[in-house]
């Protein structure tokens, strides 16, 4: 069965500094990740996929992943944070169905 | 492009009674997927319409169901509530193209507390 893991509950960065939401996945077959941010009281947002070609995805916001096959992993990185970026994020795959991890609640520092 | 609309954003109902969420998908897409959000569970996939149909489907009791209109307009429904069914309703659509790689977007959700 496809699954994926935040190992983090929680991140904590200061303002400026780059900041990097950990994921790693367990799948069958070409995975097809993604991963959403969601803030207080809303709905998820689409941040970026993972689907086939360059390792490095650029999405939403300033955000990227790096796809690692051999590391089964998909980390969300961010050049420099800001406060806004403060949420929740989840990684999830594909499955006929998003499967998504617990998430990882991420806490930008003035 | 208006993003896809949940009514209503909030209710409140006590156990044994049951509701009707409804989802309007954005413009164009088919694909409509329900997804329950809890503290302790986590997103857990309700289940999936596509052109009417239901296409797939998750791990929970009959109580929960749903449906699709011609319009691509979708509704669940879930039948003597329990507390446990407190939580955010959140669905998702999607324009299917080749179909496992199509990105969902999702509504704000729909905040179900059983009292």
């Known amino acids: 069965a496809q699954s994926v893991a935040q190992p983090e509950d929680q991140v904590n960065v200061a303002e400026g500094n780059p900041l990097t939401v950990k994921c790693t996945y367990s799948?069958?077959?070409?995975?097809?990740l993604f991963w959403y941010v969601q803030y207080p009281n809303r709905g998820l947002q689409f941040l970026l996929k993972?689907?086939?070609?360059?390792?490095l995805v650029k999405g939403s916001y300033g955000f990227e992943a790096e796809f690692n096959k051999s590391q089964t992993s998909f980390h969300l990185k961010k050049p420099s944070a800001l406060v806004s970026d403060s949420a929740l994020y989840f990684c999830?795959?594909?499955?006929?169905?998003?499967?998504f991890g617990a998430g990882t609640r991420l806490a930008v520092h003035p | 492009k208006a993003g896809v609309t949940q009514t209503p954003r909030y209710l409140i109902k006590t156990r044994g009674q049951q509701v009707t969420l409804s989802c309007s998908p954005i413009?164009?897409?088919?694909?409509v997927s329900w997804y329950q959000q809890t503290p302790g569970q986590g997103l857990q996939f309700l289940f999936e319409y596509f052109s009417e149909t239901q296409r797939n489907k998750g791990n929970f009791p009959g109580r929960f169901s749903g449906r699709q209109f011609s319009n691509s307009r979708s509704e669940m429904n879930v039948s003597t509530l329990e507390l446990g069914d407190s939580a955010l309703y959140l669905c998702?659509?999607?324009?299917?193209?080749?179909?496992?790689?199509?990105?969902?977007?999702f509504g704000p959700g729909t905040r179900l507390t059983v009292l």
């Open positions: 999830a795959v594909i499955d006929n169905k998003l499967i």
């Open positions: 413009s164009g897409h088919r694909s």
């Open positions: 998702a659509s999607s324009f299917p193209l080749a179909g496992a790689e199509d990105t969902q977007y």
């Open positions: 993972y689907i086939t070609g360059d390792n």
């Open positions: 799948v069958s077959g070409n995975p097809y």
